[in-house]
């Protein structure tokens, strides 16, 4: 039997799990599911694309992936970092994850979430509008993915749906549940399954239909 794919992911808070916990990260949920070998996540609380060049790309290359997802932003846009100092460096990031990749289109981008629906989001906000301000950083991210032909997953909208529902906001007031993670796992999932597919990837550990996954 084939070995399952290696999968790594690059990102910060919401790669990671925070508000629930690294096994309840979508990246877990989604190597679960695809049966997938999640090989690599040294994603990290508060990191920008800056850090995540400097600390995690080294990991993402040491770990040789065949697939990788990127989602990163939402501290550059807290930090106040200028959005074309955010386009390079996210560009940056994009061009030498694909590098590494055996295959450049096994790249899966994920947008950023609308923090601001939280009960805490607003500290963050220095006098700022948060949901225009992370639509900005999210249209850059499309225009970079779309540049270079890969594929992005928006879980914008998605996360929005924080702002009426209590149970997907984690105890912290700011960071999603684990119940939202799987939410947003689930929106990913199909989307990763086709690009792996398109390149006759078969899942070696697949159970059935996605509806039939928890």
């Known amino acids: 039997m084939a070995r399952p794919v290696r999968y790594a992911a690059i990102g910060d808070s919401y790669s990671i799990g925070e508000g629930a ?9 989604l190597a679960r599911h695809l049966g997938l070998e999640l090989v690599a996540n040294p994603s990290r609380t508060g990191w920008t694309t800056a850090d995540a060049i400097e600390h995690e790309l080294p990991v993402f290359r040491g770990a040789r992936p065949g697939f990788g997802t990127l989602m ?12 074309d100092a955010f386009r390079q460096r996210l560009g940056h990031l994009m061009d030498e994850m694909r590098a590494i990749l055996p ?3 096994h790249l899966l981008v994920i947008n950023i979430p609308d923090f601001s629906v939280t009960p805490k989001g607003g500290e963050y906000s220095r006098g700022r509008d948060i949901s225009a301000g992370l639509a900005n950083f999210n249209r850059i991210t499309a225009e970079e993915t779309e540049r270079r032909g890969l594929t992005m997953v928006d879980i914008f909208v998605a996360s929005q749906e924080l702002r009426n529902r209590p ?9 999603p549940s684990a119940q939202a993670y799987s939410e947003w796992e689930r929106r990913i999932r ?9 390149s006759g990837w078969k899942p070696d550990l697949w159970r059935g239909d996605l509806e039939m996954l928890d």
Do not use: F, Y
């Open 167 to 175: 149970e997907l906001v984690a105890a912290d007031g700011l960071h």
């Open 190 to 198: 199909p989307v990763a399954q086709t690009l792996l597919r398109k």
């Open 21 to 29: 916990s690294e096994a309840a990260s979508w990246p877990a949920l």
């Open 72 to 83: 990163i932003g939402v501290n550059d846009w807290v930090q106040g970092v200028e959005p």
């Open 103 to 105: 295959n450049e289109k």
